[in-house]
């Protein structure tokens, strides 16, 4: 089946400052999308994304699916968005069930 | 609709003892998934259902699990003769099926076997 892997795998911010997470994928898809689950465990949408480039304040994304993979730029952190940041794939076979991958675990420091 | 609600948020059960987890969807979201997250890892694949019917089940759901869709509105997840590996976090999400296939997800339901 299809390989999701993030990068880094951990990272720890001092508040302010800037960062790209990377979304690597194994095969074709027809869907993107960036998660961030916090603390109780809900994955929050951030972007749907199978291609281009979204910006939603000060987040944005960029999917070059030509050549498998996604960037999640995150701008002037804030301790709120400490917790795990996942990428999820799709693809039109088996009803576009979602591939995850392990997620990159952020800590922002105030 | 305010969204994927789940229920129980939280269950803890002894060993052995059966469990059933409640979804309701999204209204008018003819796709309905069921994953399971384990601490430290992403969420993996469970089960899918197309409005009523269950498409595709991956080789996890071993055969103490079933899932339904009746009527193809709210799921069901059961667990039967639960073990101690089977704590974690149980999420559902549905999508359109139509148009869209992004998938919003609910609070998940967290199991502890004791």
């Known amino acids: 089946g299809i390989q999701v892997e993030q990068s880094p795998p951990d990272l720890i911010l001092q508040e302010g400052a800037n960062s790209t997470l990377r979304c690597n994928f194994s095969d074709s898809v027809n869907n993107l999308q960036w998660f961030h689950q916090n603390p109780w465990g809900q994955l929050i949408n951030l972007f749907y994304?199978?291609?281009g480039t979204k910006q939603n304040g000060r987040l944005s994304a960029t999917t070059v699916a030509t050549e498998r993979y996604s960037l999640l730029y995150i701008s002037s952190s804030q301790t709120t968005d400490s917790g795990v940041y996942f990428c999820?794939?799709?693809?039109?076979?088996?009803?576009?069930?979602?591939?995850f991958g392990a997620g990159t675990r952020l800590f922002v420091k105030a | 609709d305010t969204g994927v609600s789940q229920n129980p948020r939280h269950k803890i059960t002894k060993r052995g003892q059966n469990v059933t987890f409640r979804c309701d969807p999204i209204?008018?979201?003819?796709?309905l998934y069921w994953y399971r997250q384990t601490l430290g890892q992403g969420p993996e694949f469970l089960t899918y259902?197309?409005?009523?019917?269950?498409?595709?089940k991956s080789r996890l759901l071993s055969d103490r699990f079933s899932a339904e869709r009746p009527k193809g509105s709210f799921s069901t997840l059961e667990i039967q003769r639960t073990e101690q590996g089977d704590s974690a976090m149980y999420l559902c999400?549905?999508?359109?099926?139509?148009?869209?296939?992004?998938?919003?997800f609910g609070q998940g339901t967290r199991l502890t076997v004791v």
């Open positions: 209204s008018e979201h003819n796709r």
């Open positions: 994304i199978p291609s």
């Open positions: 259902f197309q409005n009523e019917a269950q498409l595709e």
């Open positions: 999820a794939v799709a693809r039109n076979t088996g009803g576009f069930k979602t591939i």
């Open positions: 999400a549905s999508s359109p099926g139509q148009g869209s296939t992004e998938a919003f």
